[in-house]
């Protein structure tokens, strides 16, 4: 998952600067457009080639997803699943093409029906969230985001609120990466139920956060005095405040299982990363004498 700003980065750079002017002139036009209206009380025709029939309103985002529709996704990236996800997630077109309708949907993983096709409605996953996050129970689990042998991949949609989970089920048939059934399911009906319970909390509660602190923490962060160097060292419970990352997943996570099975272990890492920035932040949680303990992290 390391490489994925790079591959988006590699696929897009040339295509978007084919299509900077014309998004320009599309922005500028749409504020024309605007300003039109405002002043004449008109309302202009509608345009049925542009309209999303799942958004309600265009936003310089549904412009950005309209022109990467215009750009065929490369055979090759099927190959790795984090390329063709970020594909799925950004191209309506490729979405309705790579869902198997009627598509099985399943609660509690018992079927309960079938979507057809005009039911469905378009899934950006994380990529308006603006950063992808992964639970995992060790570091080795990260390579399998690199192995091209990979045939089964499934996408989960945390809801911290309603404590529900929504599986995305993707394989990969005849070479190419299709979703194929959908799962909703308890937040704490699988592995990693104790450390979601906990992480649901800590997530949101500032004092929950420090109380959920190991005696010390091991810490890296961006040193204030230096932009191209990291500070490292360790922190008390009521250091937190001032060394916390930035970024700390909440309200919706997603999780993306690359096929590593999770054990009831006693150690959970939480790597997040932004999609179009730098930003990256890690937290390594241990269960000490029975409760989640931040024990290090990074961002």
Known sequence: ??????HIKNRYDKSMRKCALLFIVLVVLTTISFSTVGCSDKKPAADTTTIDTIQSDS???????????????PKAADELFDDFIFN????????YKRIVFPLPVYRNGKFFTK??????K????????????????????????KDTTIDHVVIEKIFFKT?????????????QWMLTSLNTKSMFSNNNASFMRFYSRFAVDSAFQ????????????????NDNKDQTGIITPDQWPDFKPELI???????????????????????????????????????????????????
């Open 163 to 175: 404590k529900k989970v929504k599986q995305f089920v993707f394989n990969r048939v005849d070479g």
């Open 122 to 145: 378009i899934e950006h996953f994380f990529m308006r969230q603006g950063y992808y996050t992964l639970i995992l129970d060790n570091m080795r689990q990260l390579d399998l985001a």
């Open 249 to 299: 997943p909440h309200g919706i996570l997603y999780n993306i299982i690359y096929g590593q099975t999770y054990q009831e272990s006693n150690r959970k890492i939480l790597l997040s990363r932004g999609i179009s920035n730098s930003m990256e932040a890690q937290m390594v949680f241990k269960k000490i004498r029975g409760h989640w303990k931040l024990i290090k992290f990074n961002g």
């Open 59 to 73: 936003t310089p985002a549904d412009s950005v997803d309209n022109l990467i529709a215009e750009t065929p996704m």
């Open 1 to 6: 998952m390391q490489e994925f700003e790079r």
């Open 88 to 95: 799925f997630a950004a191209n309506k077109k490729l979405q």
């Open 210 to 225: 420090v109380a959920s602190m190991n005696d010390e923490v091991e810490f890296t962060s961006p040193d204030p005095d």
């Open 115 to 120: 979507m057809e096709k005009d039911q469905w």
